[in-house]
């Protein structure tokens, strides 16, 4: 029989493989962001058409997460990862090679889908992990994924100033990715899942309960900016200031660069003030970042704002992920799907308005227009504490 420190031992020497894992990830889908406005150009797509067509991120992403946990629970966490981070990788590559709008939509449909049950089954590991072992590791492993980030948009953007096509750029990603899940997720061992109230019994699918809602108001700011700043950042760079393309595209390193360098230090300071401290005061810096980007008129104080919301928003996923996860009222990764598939509900329409809006009324109204949810998110972070503290 297992014991609980032969389980202890096997989480703590989980925690370095995990965090592999969230660079990975990361590493194997961060390009595509770079090269949206190629890909966006070689199809000859306006804003408004790319944002429908976009549309089938939201979507994959809802149906995969319908039945992520009973996948997890079934199938395991590691042999999830193993092979979905190679397949991760040839999503991205399939949105190079997408020769039609429809094809385009497919692409980003097959590649959410993917991106959601590796999401879910690398939280939950994580989770799992961070329990065993009694030290938070959440959002140091998220602050590896914006590193992985930082990382895949940097060499995009080296590939853009050089003229390297997309496909080819993105094709080189595959085999890489393939020998680091065989390295680094073959060898990991899972750790034990969180003790819950419901027992052996399970659901086909993860809906959200009352305290997953609230923990969604919260992350729906987030959310929201960083799917604004990863998919229109350069291109509101390239529409609002006659600058060269390489400059245009820093937007992303100084975003992913804030949410790393936010997400290594979280810890520490989260376990020192509490979530729900920390989280008001980087949402009220979020938006200040979002009246800069607005009201910028220069590249540079554009690329300020832009650090200043990646900051804002570092801590919106990994604390969301963390409180939704430790609820223990079902299995964590019930609650983890349940959390990440009703925010991408309510963001199903996003990327269509968002290039409706930029089509309509300006592409610095695509930010403007988050602002609200900004201040919405200011007065749900009450609901990240402990539910005796609130």
Request: aromatic residues 8%.
């Amino acid at each position: 029989m297992t014991t609980a420190a032969t389980v202890r031992e096997t989480a703590v020497r989980s925690r370095n493989s995990i965090k592999l894992v969230f660079l990975v990830h990361a590493l194997a889908t961060g390009s595509m962001f770079t090269r949206i406005p190629d890909i966006q150009l070689g199809l000859g797509l306006d804003e408004g058409t790319l944002g429908a067509v976009m549309i089938g991120q939201p979507i994959g992403a809802i149906l995969m997460f319908l039945v992520a946990s009973r996948i997890v629970e079934r199938v395991g966490t590691r042999w999830l990862l193993v092979a979905g981070l190679p397949l991760l990788a040839v999503g991205v590559l399939s949105m190079a090679l997408a020769p039609s709008p429809a094809a385009l939509f497919a692409a980003f449909f097959g590649f959410s889908a993917l991106f959601a049950i590796t999401n879910v089954a690398m939280n939950v590991e994580a989770d799992r992990v961070e329990a065993a072992t009694d030290k938070r590791l959440m959002n140091t492993c998220h602050g590896l994924w914006s590193i992985g980030q930082l990382a895949a948009v940097s060499i995009g953007a080296v590939a853009r100033g050089l003229d390297v096509p997309p496909a080819i750029h993105f094709g080189l990603f595959v085999p890489l990715t393939l020998l680091a899940a065989l390295l680094v997720v073959l060898p990991m061992r899972e750790a034990q899942a969180r003790a819950h109230s419901q027992g052996a019994r399970r659901t086909l699918m993860a809906f959200p309960t009352l305290a997953m809602l609230m923990l969604v108001g919260f992350a729906l700011a987030g959310a929201l900016l960083e799917a604004a700043s990863r998919n229109w950042s350069v291109i509101y760079m390239r529409d609002s200031f006659s600058a060269p393309d390489w400059v245009d595209t820093l937007t992303l390193p100084a975003f992913v660069g804030a949410t790393a360098l936010g997400r290594f230090f979280a810890d520490g300071v989260i376990a020192r003030f509490g979530p729900a401290r920390v989280a008001r005061l980087l949402a009220i810096v979020a938006l200040v970042g979002v009246v800069v980007i607005v009201t910028a008129p220069i590249p540079e104080v554009a690329l300020f704002g832009f650090l200043l919301v990646g900051l804002g928003v570092c801590v919106s996923f990994p604390l969301t992920t963390s409180a939704a996860a430790q609820l223990g009222d079902r299995p964590s990764s019930e609650n983890v799907a349940a959390l990440t598939m009703t925010t991408q509900i309510v963001l199903l329409g996003a990327p269509a308005l968002l290039g409706a809006v930029a089509e309509t009324f300006g592409i610095r109204m695509t930010f403007a227009i988050v602002a609200p949810m900004v201040l919405l998110s200011i007065w749900l972070a009450r609901y990240l504490a402990p539910q005796q503290e609130r």
